[in-house]
């Protein structure tokens, strides 16, 4: 629905969920209220977590902090390998903060590198993509595994050093 239709995210999100609560069983004056309840639960368990990410993500914008964190990366691994850089930035930037904040942060990061090494461009704004998604979609306190601890009942900690282990 979001990639064909052009749905916004979240009316996509709800009409799927209200498509699959009236195909499941129950009686059909409790469907509406099921895919409230859930949402509120879900919400309120992790929209402090949410909350402060916005804060930190500003914070970075603000200070420069992920300009110093893309250039210790290029420190440490060489201007030869700047997709790794780019790469071990987008993961540990996106840790703390979401996806688009970690994508809008380096890119213009990107840019300047691509200005001054003439690599491929694409494949640094690839390599910042891959980083930041692996870290958004297996590693607290991004929404979608914050969720899944909750759901699961596992501890956040476990949940942060299993996700990066497996990112």
């Known amino acids: 629905m979001i990639v064909v239709l052009r749905i916004n995210a979240f009316i996509a999100l709800v009409t799927a ?16 209220s099921r895919i409230a309840e859930a949402f509120g639960t ?3 368990s ?12 500003q914070c970075m914008m603000a200070s420069g902090a992920a300009d110093r964190i893309v250039r210790a990366f290029v420190k440490a691994l060489g201007e030869k390998r700047s997709g790794a850089a780019l790469t071990g930035s987008g993961f540990a930037l996106s840790i703390p903060v979401f996806f688009d904040t970690v994508f809008f942060l380096l890119v213009p990061l990107a840019r300047s590198m691509f200005r001054r090494t003439g690599r491929n461009y694409l494949k640094s704004l690839m390599a910042i993509s891959s980083g930041a998604a692996i870290t ?11 969720v899944i601890a909750d759901t699961l009942r596992v501890d956040i900690g476990v949940m942060i050093l299993m996700g990066i282990t497996v990112a």
């Open 17 to 32: 969920a209200l498509a699959v609560s009236l195909l499941a069983p129950g009686p059909m004056e409790q469907k509406v």
């Open 42 to 44: 879900t919400a309120g």
């Open 46 to 57: 992790i929209a402090i977590v949410i909350g402060m990410a916005a804060v930190v993500g």
């Open 136 to 146: 958004h979609t297996l590693v607290p306190p991004t929404p979608g595994p914050m």
